[in-house]
């Protein structure tokens, strides 16, 4: 059980924290999860892989959600054990033989990305042959743009190649699937109506009953100053796209979001722990939470000080190093904060939930690992200052 306080305030009056801390808001998740359950026309799989705390994982399951996007014998090896009569997805297009025997054999799993054809035969093979429950997800390329990530540069096949793997699955005796992925953080709705209309060229150009359509995540969150489009707005593109498609009666349409639904569920408080001109040295950086500042996500950012002088009105743009002793471990643009940030005062980063602590590090012996709830969401303190809105901030 965490620690729980009303609000990240409140923490660190209570605890004074020098470690960084991650501060849960499981309401979020609930919220998050009902939204994408109630709006998407279809199943709704977790991609583990955006934040596999167990708390989280709680979280989501107890808001509804049955399905999960693994992409390793380890993470579904977790769902089996915490969640038995869930069910996991083998969404790696790349597998090694023993990790898909394990998979079938060890945890139930018979649904497999494949987006090769050394992988249809690997699956076979390891297999020995292609069981009558077994069904092979062809992963499908799609055109970059709008997207933060294209995700299609390391995995999925053209489409001409998509069609001809699709044969191929149905040709072994196993049910053929077809998935495709728009972009980590895309906000375009249209690029799912894009590839949609590609996924029914490859269904014509197949000839193939396809018994499940996967459109991927990419489903975006708001970060620092960034404006997206409403989950409505991709439901509504997702829903256009299928209505264009001949699906076969009894195909299951599923969608794999990961950081829409877990970012805004937890941020960041870390500590400033030095301050040198309009640097601060805190005690959280890129090879802990904050890697994305590097990929070009943007955090919303605020000044915590719950006791002493009220901060200044007036800001300053600070650079923002972390802990250890690389000089690389510095966010990757400026942070606007009060102009009287000092040693001693706390940074609250939010939206970290998605890849945040997934991505953390060992680097340096450093590594966040302390994890509280709060119920307030970011910003809704007693006694706090917010950088003002027009300026700019790292990620």
């Known amino acids: 059980m965490l620690d729980h306080f009303a609000d990240v305030e409140t923490m660190v009056e209570h605890l004074e924290p020098e470690v960084p801390v991650y501060c849960l808001r499981p309401q979020v998740l609930t919220e998050m999860a009902g939204r994408f359950l109630a709006g998407f026309p279809g199943q709704v799989l977790y991609a583990v892989k955006a934040n596999p705390l167990e708390q989280v994982l709680d979280a989501l399951h107890g808001a509804g959600i049955r399905h999960f996007d693994t992409a390793s014998v380890g993470e579904i090896a977790l769902i089996s054990r915490r969640f ?52 092979m997800i062809v992963r499908m390329a799609t055109p970059g743009g709008g997207a933060l990530f294209n995700l299609s540069e390391k995995f999925g096949a053209a489409p001409p190649q998509a069609a001809a793997l699709l044969q191929s699955v149905v040709a072994t005796g196993a049910r053929a699937g077809l998935c495709f992925h728009v972009g980590s953080q895309c906000t375009e709705p ?5 590839a949609l ?33 409403e989950l409505g707005a991709f439901f509504q593109a997702i829903e256009a796209g299928l209505a264009r498609l001949d699906l ?29 001109d309009q640097q601060l040295y805190i005690n959280d950086g890129i090879y802990g939470s904050l890697h994305g500042s590097k990929l070009g996500v943007r955090y919303p950012v605020r000044l915590v000080r719950p006791a002493g002088p009220v901060p200044a009105n007036d800001s300053t743009a600070f ?64 006694r706090t200052a917010r950088r003002p809105a027009a300026a700019g901030i790292p990620a």
């Open 248 to 276: 076969p009666a009894g195909c299951t349409v599923m969608c794999e979001p990961g950081r829409a639904l877990v970012a805004e569920a937890m941020s960041l408080v870390a500590q400033v722990q030095h301050r040198r």
């Open 197 to 229: 209309a590609l996924t029914g060229e490859v269904l014509n150009a197949a000839g193939v009953a396809l018994c499940c359509l996967d459109v991927g995540g990419g489903f975006p969150t708001a970060y620092d100053e960034e404006s997206v489009p």
């Open 319 to 382: 650079t923002v190093f972390g802990p250890t002793c690389d000089s690389l471990d510095v966010l990757s643009a400026p942070v606007v904060l009060p102009a009287d940030t000092r040693q001693g005062d706390w940074i609250e980063f939010d939206r970290v939930g998605a890849y945040g602590n997934a991505l953390r590090t060992e680097f340096n012996g450093f590594r966040p690992e302390t994890f509280v709830t709060v119920d307030a969401p970011f910003g809704g303190a007693r």
């Open 84 to 135: 038995p009569a869930a069910t996991p997805y083998f969404m790696h297009p790349v597998k090694g033989p023993e990790a898909i025997r394990c998979a079938y054999r060890d945890h139930g799993v018979r649904h497999f990305v494949v987006d090769h054809a050394d992988e249809v035969d690997k699956t076979t093979q390891a297999l020995g042959g292609a069981p009558g429950d077994l069904v």
């Open 190 to 194: 249209r690029a799912f109506e894009q």
